[in-house]
C-alpha cells in the first residue's frame, strides 16, 4: 500500500503563488510515477503535472504550462506543485496520486482557492 498526505493548500489572491507537497510512504517512492489532480466544485477531477521516477521527465495539463512546475525530492519521499501566476480557475481541492500494482492511490486532498 501506499499513503499520500498533502500539504500546502490556501487562500491567494490571483497572481500569487502556492507550493504544494505530498509526502508518500508504504513503498520505495523512487519506484513510483507521481502525478497531481484536481478537482473543482461541481467538475470532474482532472489530471495537472506528473512526474516521472527520476525526476527528470514531467509533463502538464496545457493550461498550467508556464505557470506550475511539478519536482520530487526522493530523499526526502516528497513530491512538489509549485504554482505561480495562479488564476481564479484554479480553484479546486488538489490530489496526489500514484499507481501501483493495478491500484490507484490518492491523498485526502488540499483545498486551493483563488479570490479575485
Known amino acids: 500500500q501506499v499513503q499520500l498526505v498533502e500539504s500546502g493548500g490556501g487562500l491567494v489572491e490571483a497572481g500569487g503563488s502556492l507550493r504544494l507537497s505530498c509526502v508518500a510512504s508504504g513503498r520505495s517512492f523512487s519506484s513510483l510515477g507521481m502525478n497531481w489532480f484536481r478537482q473543482a466544485p461541481g467538475k470532474e477531477r482532472e489530471f495537472v503535472a506528473n512526474i516521472a521516477r527520476s525526476g527528470a521527465i514531467t509533463y502538464l495539463e496545457d493550461s498550467v504550462k508556464g505557470r506550475f512546475t511539478i519536482s520530487r525530492d526522493n530523499a526526502k519521499n516528497t513530491v512538489y506543485l509549485q504554482m505561480n501566476s495562479l488564476k481564479l480557475e484554479d480553484t479546486a481541492v488538489y490530489y496526489c496520486?500514484?499507481?501501483?500494482?493495478?491500484?490507484?492511490?490518492w491523498g485526502q486532498g488540499t483545498q486551493v482557492t483563488v479570490s479575485s
Open positions: 496520486n500514484t499507481r501501483h500494482g493495478g491500484i490507484n492511490y
